[in-house]
């Protein structure tokens, strides 16, 4: 018999996975180049002189809608350059676009032009650009620029002692007709004037460079960008001050208007920030740390709870029921035992509607293979921020790739239930979940291309994810149904009964829905302030870079799903109601009814999101990560509980099966894992 060395202590396991969390987070995208930059005239080999700045998508947190650069008539590049983006950036909506503004290494420039747009009230066309650019101030829209690849930052305080780095800035501001300040208006008290507009049309850009000195490397690497937004009615294109009374938009269009946007830049040496942590600056001025230990923490005592009723009811009181049970000598004292032991010749029994539960099955495989490669290779590094669209992208590829393990599994669970339809089953495993996804994508995309925004995507996009869908991961699914049913089905250690056992009048707490309702609390527990983080990531436009937590509550989430699952299902059997199949896959999987409420309560009270449009475009996207977190979740458990098969432990074959009995009789000396595993098989908890 084969020893096994004993588990870490627990603090040593916390020390180390904190010590891994710190580790990821620690980590710049591996295979991403610095870009040295060097004086004018003194350019070599792989160094520059010219720096570029490019301008991406426009967003705002009172708004679901994305637009691009241009939507907004702001200053275009004369010879406009869009770099490639990659899947995720399309589906995200970025559109990075080339600027006019255009700057020299360690040349600094004071009060530069870079356009003039006019406005004449007695142009149509006109008054809608001016309308449209109103709204982006009145809605709080935000400017994301982009300096070799680093995100053009502006940093003001928040709070008494904290300085906050934000990756945008707004167009603008609005005084509302009561005189009330809106959003940026609050920093200047120039901005005063009711019902107007207040035009952010100057920026004072400083940019900070590590030299080369006593480094092995040329000229010197870009590590910091900054902007300050400002405010100046000029007047003569040619004579700018960048001084003076501030820029407004009266909320009437009468006469004619001239917009000047100009820019100053300056640059500083700072050698004591390295290229590799030029985005510490950023992320450490977001005050998240602490709350994601305590995160950690929290989840780790649910799980420390859980662990400990598992293996009370699990050990302690299966000791005693299977030690009573052998004491058993005559089939009418077997007669008057109750409890899981009753129903072990009905638990195998096929569930009612078999297939779909085996194609959710397929689907949540899919999905919770996905997760796990997508965030091990976030956790590394490979997929952080800096390479814009990643995430996306690899889950999305990801996805396509691992159409076999669906397909398999769906198969093989359809073919143990006994099913019959197996044209029916691969094709609703390749088609139900995804199709349903894409169908309100699509919805959801319609609205955008309606409203002008930059996160529609392009037909061309749509066509080739179709493509992607039924080019690949359709034949892989049905490559892995091939092998799932050419598999035996998998073969239960009792025989089901002919006639279904009658259940007993249940117990309140005992029927499916509270049960049900109540296995979703512990894991939802456990992720609620991640999921937090999630949702500002995504709606409130924050960057989200701490994988290595979310990996940890990712592993938590797996352990709190299956012995939540575990422990139900054991005071199910307990009340001899066999129906497992269906109530083991419901029961952690009702987190994403949780999920789906925590989003409602964070649309209305902490977004600001306004419009019937952005309103559809929140709940429509929600619903497509509930479906997604529901079948995840689980898959996990479950899946696990339906694939038990293959040949029995040497210490099972030892039992003695009584058939005219239909009981088995258990040496009382197994071990604490051998019974948990003899009530695994037993009562299908695998």
Request: hydrophobic content about 45%; charged content about 15%.
């Amino acid at each position: 018999m084969r020893s096994r060395a004993p588990p870490p202590p627990l603090p040593l396991v916390v020390l180390l996975l904190g010590g891994w969390a710190s580790l990821c987070g620690a980590f710049y995208l591996p295979g991403l180049a610095p870009v040295s930059f060097c004086d004018e005239g003194g350019e070599k080999a792989g160094c520059k002189s010219k720096i570029e700045l490019f301008v991406n998508r426009l967003d705002s947190v009172e708004s679901v809608l994305p637009y691009e650069y241009d939507a907004f008539d702001f200053c275009q590049d004369a010879e406009e350059k869009r770099p490639s983006e990659n899947l995720g950036q399309v589906l995200f909506g970025e559109r990075i676009a080339s600027s006019p503004y255009k700057f020299t290494f360690k040349k600094n420039q004071q009060c530069q032009v870079a356009c003039m747009k006019s406005y004449d009230p007695e142009n149509t066309n006109d008054k809608n650009k001016l309308e449209f650019l109103k709204k982006g101030m009145r809605l709080n829209y935000q400017h994301h620029w982009i300096i070799d690849n680093m995100p053009v930052t502006w940093c003001y305080d928040f709070g008494e002692l904290h300085k906050f780095c934000n990756p945008g800035f707004p167009v603008g501001c609005f005084v509302a007709s009561d005189g009330r300040a809106k959003d940026s208006c609050t920093i200047n008290s120039e901005f005063n004037k009711k019902n107007t507009y207040y035009l952010f049309n100057h920026v004072d850009i400083t940019i900070t460079y590590h030299s080369a000195q006593n480094e092995n490397w040329l000229g010197a690497r870009l590590v910091t960008a900054r902007l300050e937004p400002k405010s100046y009615k000029q007047t003569d294109i040619n004579n700018l001050s960048c001084e003076g009374p501030p820029m407004e938009i009266s909320a009437e269009f009468n006469s004619k208007l001239n917009l000047i946007y100009s820019y100053s830049v300056k640059f500083e040496e700072n050698n004591n920030i390295k290229w590799a942590s030029r985005w510490d600056y950023i992320l450490e001025s977001m005050p998240h740390t602490n709350i994601q230990w305590f995160s950690i923490m929290n989840s780790l005592v649910i799980v420390l709870f859980l662990s400990g009723m598992v293996a009370m009811i699990l050990l302690r009181t299966l000791h005693k029921d299977i030690a009573r049970y052998n004491q058993i000598d005559s089939s009418e004292d077997a007669q008057e035992e109750f409890g899981w032991k009753l129903v072990h010749g009905d638990v195998f029994r096929p569930p009612r509607k078999g297939m779909l539960l085996s194609v959710f099955l397929g689907q949540g495989t899919q999905i919770f293979i996905m997760t796990f490669i997508t965030l091990f290779l976030a956790c590394l590094g490979f997929l952080s921020p800096a390479n814009r669209g990643a995430l996306m992208t690899c889950a999305v590829v990801l996805w396509v790739l691992l159409g076999t393990p669906a397909g398999y599994v769906s198969a093989r669970m359809y073919k143990t239930f006994r099913g019959e339809k197996w044209k029916t089953n691969v094709l609703l495993t390749a088609l139900l979940c995804p199709g349903i996804v894409f169908a309100d994508f699509f919805i959801m995309n319609l609205i955008l291309w309606v409203k002008g925004s930059s996160a529609a995507i392009p037909f061309g996009t749509l066509v080739a994810i179709l493509a992607m869908w039924f080019g690949i991961s359709v034949p892989l699914t049905f490559v892995g149904a091939y092998f799932g049913f050419k598999e035996k089905p998998i073969e239960h250690p009792v025989r089901t009964n002919q006639i279904p056992r009658q259940i007993p009048e249940q117990s309140f707490f005992t029927k499916p829905l509270p049960g049900i309702i109540m296995g979703g609390i512990l894991p939802f527990g456990c992720i609620f302030i991640q999921l937090f983080f999630i949702l500002n990531s995504i709606w409130s436009h924050q960057m989200y870079y701490m994988f290595g937590f979310l990996f940890l509550v990712f592993i938590i989430l797996l352990i709190t799903c299956s012995e939540a699952t575990v422990l139900l299902c054991y005071f199910h059997l307990c009340a001899e109601d066999y129906h497992w199949w269906w109530r083991s896959f419901l029961t952690s999987s009702f987190t994403a009814v949780y999920l789906f409420i925590y989003a409602v309560h964070y649309f209305f009270s902490k977004l600001q999101i306004t419009g019937t449009a952005s309103t559809i475009l929140y709940f429509g996207y929600t619903m497509i990560m509930v479906l997604i977190f529901f079948l995840f979740t689980a898959d996990w458990e479950t899946g696990a509980v339906c694939q038990t098969g293959g040949e029995l432990p040497w210490w099972m074959e030892t039992w003695t099966w009584e058939r005219r009995r239909s009981w088995v009789q258990i040496p009382s000396e197994l071990t604490a894992p051998q019974m948990t595993l003899c009530l695994a098989y037993l009562a299908g908890l695998s």
